[in-house]
């Protein structure tokens, strides 16, 4: 069996919340060994699956470290389910959904995208992909085998796109 190599290396910078049962700390992933320091990254901040009532605290930490806080969030359930996810203004938009759902909504995550041409697109991406769990956001969500809106991805894009065949029906 191959050893795997490390890309990263996890440094934690510092403790921003905690209970009794969860902490949380932010920090920054370190290129590995061997890895060129320029390579450029798709996120700028990332953060799975925290518990709501760390909102406030790492709203202020990101706002601390960037004047940018806009990007794409999820809300989960208990289970850790994705149930309503879109792209805004990460902690304003988790709040009010909070607010709307408190017994539902445990958990939060969220992504703010370096380019921010690219945004659209993975909020499109992630809502699709969670599909029929998204049962408290239905805008971009699909289920079954409905097809979305291509038009939901940035201008530019090649895509493929299954279509029904027009005319009559054949037996």
Same mark, same amino acid.
């Given at each position: ?31 590995? *060994?061997?890895? *060129? ?15 709501? &009532? ?13 004047? /940018? ?7 989960? /359930? ?13 902690? @304003? ?10 017994? &539902? ?8 995208? &370096?380019?921010? #041409?690219? &945004?659209?697109?993975?909020? @499109? ?11 408290? #956001? ?10 979305? #809106? ?6 530019? @894009? ?14």
């Amino acid at each position: 069996m191959k050893a795997q190599k490390k890309t990263s290396t996890k440094n934690v910078e510092t403790k921003i919340w905690s209970d009794v049962d969860w902490s949380v700390v932010g920090g920054r992933l370190v290129p590995g *060994p061997g890895r *060129p320091q320029k390579v450029s990254h798709l996120f700028r901040f990332v953060g799975e699956k925290l518990p709501f &009532e760390c909102l406030k605290e790492v709203s202020d930490y990101v706002r601390s470290k960037s004047d /940018d806080l806009e990007g794409v969030y999820i809300a989960h /359930d208990s289970m850790g389910v994705a149930r309503y996810g879109g792209r805004g203004d990460i902690f @304003t938009r988790l709040a009010s959904h909070k607010r709307k759902y408190p017994k &539902e909504l445990l958990y939060f995550s969220f992504f703010i995208i &370096e380019n921010k #041409n690219h &945004e659209r697109e993975i909020e @499109t991406a992630l809502l699709r992909a969670a599909g029929s769990q998204m049962i408290l #956001n239905q805008r971009k969500v699909r289920t079954g085998l409905a097809i979305g #809106n291509i038009r939901d991805y940035e201008p530019g @894009t090649r895509f493929l796109e299954r279509q029904g065949v027009r005319g009559r029906k054949r037996k």
